[in-house]
């Protein structure tokens, strides 16, 4: 059982940086995969980077490409999302989320724990 809490959110102008993070209570965290996803208003969730439990191996969808970085500090049981160059069309709620990191990672259905998300908002 893994329980995930992000925090790191806010209101930026385009531009500007932020870095999200995401606390993980459970003895078994190092073991997992980790995703970051985003929804905005009226969109569908969607995959925004993650990161094998070994921190070796990170995937990132084309649009964040770049500018998004995604860490991990098993010791800490954090994950990390650094967010630079940020525009309007980043704005979302981001999610962290945990699962089997055999799975494929950029899919939804790959993950079996979610936080609650926080809000980025990036004005123009």
């Known amino acids: 059982q893994v329980q995930l809490a992000e925090s790191g959110g806010g209101l930026v102008q385009a531009g500007d940086s932020l870095r999200l993070s995401c606390a993980a209570s459970g003895r078994t965290f190092s073991s997992y995969g980790m995703g970051w996803f985003r929804q905005a208003p009226g969109k569908e969730r969607e995959f925004v980077a993650a990161i094998y439990w070994s921190g070796s191996t990170t995937f990132y969808a084309d649009s964040v490409k770049g500018r998004f970085t995604i860490s991990r500090d098993n010791s800490k049981r954090m994950v990390y999302l650094q967010m630079n160059s940020l525009k309007p069309e980043d704005t979302a709620v981001y999610y962290c989320?945990?699962?089997?990191?055999?799975?494929?990672?950029?899919?939804?259905?790959?993950?079996?724990?979610w936080g609650q998300g926080t809000q980025v908002t990036v004005s123009s």
């Open positions: 989320a945990a699962g089997d990191q055999y799975n494929i990672l950029t899919l939804i259905r790959s993950y079996d724990y």
